[in-house]
């Protein structure tokens, strides 16, 4: 699977450069642990703090990165919060881990898009999450 899947440069904390490959994203939702953490596990319902950068499958720019931002994020995990790509993928994966997470549209912002953020309808997305904390 992982040869089918972008290629991350940058290690856990660094900014991430994302590498697409010649073939069209994978069906399904995908998540490879680039590194593995050895803090807590994440569990559905946890509020976790992660550093992200979002791109649009093929796209040379991210459409959102809070590695750029300098600035982490939290929110609520498997609750509805983010989007059901995010939900599903990160639980079960532990604090410091970096994750490569392919997410289809049905699992993303579907057919509608999100077309201010340059994500069209049916656009598979990737992140890239670095987990810094779960409580």
Do not use: C
Not at 7 to 28: K, L, M, S
Not at 67 to 96: L, M
């Amino acid at each position: 699977m992982s040869e089918l899947m972008p290629q991350v440069a940058a290690e856990f904390g660094g900014d991430p450069q994302i590498t697409f490959p010649e073939a069209d994203a994978p069906a399904g939702l995908k998540v490879i642990e680039l590194e593995e953490g050895k803090g807590r596990v994440v569990r559905r319902g946890d509020t976790i703090t992660v550093n992200y950068q979002g791109q649009v499958w093929g796209n040379e720019k991210p459409f959102d990165s809070s590695f750029a931002r300098q600035d982490p994020t939290s929110f609520g995990i498997g609750i509805g919060q983010v989007i059901q790509g995010w939900d599903r993928a990160i639980p079960g994966h532990n604090v410091g881990s970096r994750l490569l997470i392919s997410i289809p549209p049905e699992y993303g912002y579907g057919t509608r898009g999100i077309p201010q953020a340059g994500i069209g309808g049916g656009d598979t997305l990737v992140f890239v999450v670095d987990i810094i904390e779960t409580r």
